[in-house]
């Protein structure tokens, strides 16, 4: 039998987080990231350094996996689970964020200003909350905070590079400190200090567009170039050369799918977090061809860009888009893809069959993502045609402009 310790009157509890105040501030951590991985997906393509982009997609997809595991606590705490913050100066820095005058501000703003702050606000919370009672929320926020922290040392190193080469421009200052006076007015993220007066607007803040072109730094010098006939799969070697080159490109993938991912933000959550991933797979196959092309002593930098793939597609509606990218591209290239690993395993090349069958893998989810939301987007846009049909027509134009004559089958 437990005894307990011989006392009438336990000691006075410090209730610093009462659950309403706690299910306030979870409320504003979600909307917050929840913005910034939007802002970071309508920027991605326009963003030109190369390595900053790779981080902006990693950005988007742990982004996405705190809002989950934040949506997933505040469902049991509240109703609706989603909730736009009553608080118009926070909800203002979060519709602010877009507006940066150039890739540099809009990186400063989010990296160096509003994530610094939410580290703050998450492990000010993480202390403050009921260690046992709100362990869930401790929890996430713990786990939230290993990535934040990490996207930081990551990000920042980065950034002074490029400000070391000159990037860092009056514009950009001007834009972090409106982005500063911002997140001041409105108490900072969890809204609890002292509110200053709502900044105006600098004269450098540029209304944002979504990009309709595909930005790559000065190192790319190969922009534009025509799909070249690859090597026949009978030549081991050149045709893998040309394999991984094309991996090596698969950014224009990630970059539609940000595209997508932005045009079609009001669609559920569940779909968001789908091409959250989706998007970060690609810069991971991205990655992938720049790995292997730099174990083979070839530079990823002086591979063709193909920009004409992403500035083609801008044509389309978003969900076109991603009909042609789920049911075009990612459908058909499963054949191609496991008779290279076959040849790979023939060949003995331990490397290339593992980055193939890695990538079979993430293809799979993402035509298995195309099917579960294709349904979904067409009842979002009123879409009168079924399905079937507005996949084999959307497969006509892809198969007649992309598959043929100058865009041929990039197997993305
Ligand atoms: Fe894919
Ligand atoms: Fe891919």
């Not at 990551?154 to 000159?166: C, D, F, I, K, W």
């Not at 509606?317 to 042609?324: K, N, R």
């Not at 069959?353 to 195309?370: K, L, M, S």
Request: charged share 25%; net charge negative; hydrophobic share 40%.
């Amino acid at each position: 039998m437990v005894s307990l310790p011989d006392s009438t009157s336990p000691a006075p509890v410090a209730v610093t987080l009462p659950i309403d105040a706690n299910r306030r501030l979870l409320n504003r951590y979600r909307f917050l990231e929840h913005e910034i991985m939007q802002v970071l997906a309508g920027w991605m393509p326009a963003l030109g350094h190369f390595e900053t982009k790779c981080e902006v997609g990693r950005t988007i997809w742990e982004c996405a996996l705190h809002v989950n595991a934040l949506y997933l606590r505040l469902r049991e705490i509240q109703s609706p689970a989603f909730q736009r913050p009553d608080d118009a100066a926070f909800v203002r820095l979060a519709a602010e964020l877009r507006h940066a005058p150039d890739e540099h501000a809009l990186v400063r703003g989010i990296y160096r200003v509003v994530l610094p702050a939410l580290i703050k606000a998450l492990s000010d919370h993480e202390t403050a909350t009921f260690p046992n009672s709100d362990l869930p929320s401790v929890y996430a926020i713990k786990h939230a905070l290993l990535d934040l922290r990490s996207q930081q040392e990551r990000v920042l190193p980065l950034l002074t590079a490029a400000e070391a080469e000159g990037a860092g421009s009056a514009a950009a200052t001007a834009w972090e400190r409106y982005v500063q006076a911002l997140l001041d007015a409105s108490g900072g993220v969890s809204g609890t200090g002292p509110r200053a007066a709502a900044p105006t607007p600098p004269p450098e803040r540029q209304e944002f567009t979504p990009p309709r072109e595909a930005a790559r730094d000065a190192r790319f010098t190969n922009r534009g170039a025509d799909f070249a006939v690859m090597p026949p799969e009978e030549d081991y070697r050149a045709h893998t050369i040309e394999e991984f080159e094309r991996y090596s490109t698969e950014m224009l993938a990630a970059e539609t799918v940000a595209v997508v991912l932005y045009g079609l933000r009001d669609m559920p959550w569940e779909f968001q977090f789908d091409s959250a991933r989706h998007l970060y797979d690609e810069v991971r196959h991205c990655l992938m061809g720049y790995e292997w092309m730099r174990r083979n002593g070839l530079d990823p930098f002086q591979s063709p860009q193909y920009l004409q793939v992403f500035r083609w597609r801008c044509q389309f509606p978003p969900v076109m888009q991603y009909c042609m990218l789920t049911m075009g591209n990612e459908v058909h290239a499963f054949p191609y893809r496991h008779r290279r690993v076959e040849a790979h395993e023939k060949s003995g090349d331990r490397l290339s069959e593992q980055f193939v069958r890695y990538d079979i893998a993430d293809e799979t989810q993402h035509v298995r993502f195309g099917h579960r939301w294709l349904p979904e987007m067409l009842r979002h846009i009123g879409e009168k045609r079924s399905v079937d049909t507005y996949t084999a027509d959307a497969l006509k134009v892809w198969e007649s402009q992309y598959r043929s004559g100058k865009l041929p089958l990039n197997v993305e």
